[in-house]
């Protein structure tokens, strides 16, 4: 049996974040994330990639000069886009 090193680096890294969201307090900047966090479809096919089950994708503006831009998974992993200096972040829903 061989291993499939690929789908092996997908889970790590599904892992890797799941962990940092349930450990950090208020959110960590993870660096290797931040190409795939331009818009929130990106982050979205991105999560999927990894194993992921997509939740909630907000991409909203409720006034001017205020965006919010995250995606949510159904384990509560949040994933922020890139703005405002902000970039690669994640954090986990508190229930």
């Known amino acids: 049996m061989s291993i499939d ?53 907000v991409d909203e503006e409720p006034c001017p000069g205020e965006r919010h831009q995250w995606v949510e998974t159904t384990s509560g992993v949040l994933v922020y886009a890139n703005q405002g200096g902000v970039n690669g972040l994640v954090s986990k829903t508190r229930a």
């Open 5 to 57: 090193h690929e789908v092996l680096r997908r889970y790590l890294r599904k892992c890797e974040l799941e962990y940092i969201a349930e450990h950090s307090d208020g959110g960590e900047t993870i660096g290797w994330i931040v190409p795939y966090c331009g818009t929130v479809e990106q982050i979205a096919a991105f999560l999927r990639g990894l194993g992921f089950h997509i939740k909630t994708v």
